[in-house]
């Protein structure tokens, strides 16, 4: 499959063709020069984040006069990645489906919960089986506390 050419040559003819030098078109568009010489060369590599570039790219086209839609498609079929590249990426491991990790969480919790269990039954329920080390509650008796002459002084 052959990778799509941004068409930056058109670009630099449609300049030179009006007469505008890069560091006039900068002045006009704010767009930086860098910039507009690398939209020029088709060096999408060079252009920054693609929603700058496109906005760019579109002040560049419109002060040229030049159709922005069509030079916007192309300049995105250029830096948007190819399915079949995608596709065919080496050296990735393949993705583990979704459903494998709620399986492996669920198994996470299932086993603590299981372990905790076990716990309980093998280590502390046998004690409180155990009628030797029980402490039997009973009741016990207090005698009311005898009365107290109250501390007056004079």
């Known amino acids: ?23 006039e078109a900068f002045r006009r568009t704010h767009v930086p020069a860098d910039y507009i010489e690398a939209l020029e060369r088709a060096d999408v590599q060079a252009l920054p984040a693609t929603c700058y570039a496109v906005g760019f790219l579109k002040s560049y086209c419109e002060f040229l006069g030049l159709e922005v839609d069509r030079y916007v498609d ?19 491991p393949p993705r583990p489906p979704a459903w494998l990790n709620d399986l492996m969480t669920w198994s996470v919790v299932t086993a603590i919960l299981l372990l905790g269990w076990i716990t309980y039954t093998v280590v502390f329920q046998p004690e409180a089986q155990n009628p030797d080390k029980r ?13 107290e002459q109250p501390d007056i002084p004079f």
């Open 1 to 23: 499959m052959k990778q799509p050419s941004f068409p930056g040559g058109e670009l630099r003819a449609r300049r030179e063709e009006l007469g505008i030098t890069v560091y």
């Open 74 to 92: 192309s300049f995105r079929a250029c830096v948007r990645p190819s399915v079949v590249r995608f596709l065919a990426r080496k050296g990735h």
């Open 135 to 147: 402490v039997d509650a009973g009741t016990v008796e207090l005698q009311p506390p005898p009365a």
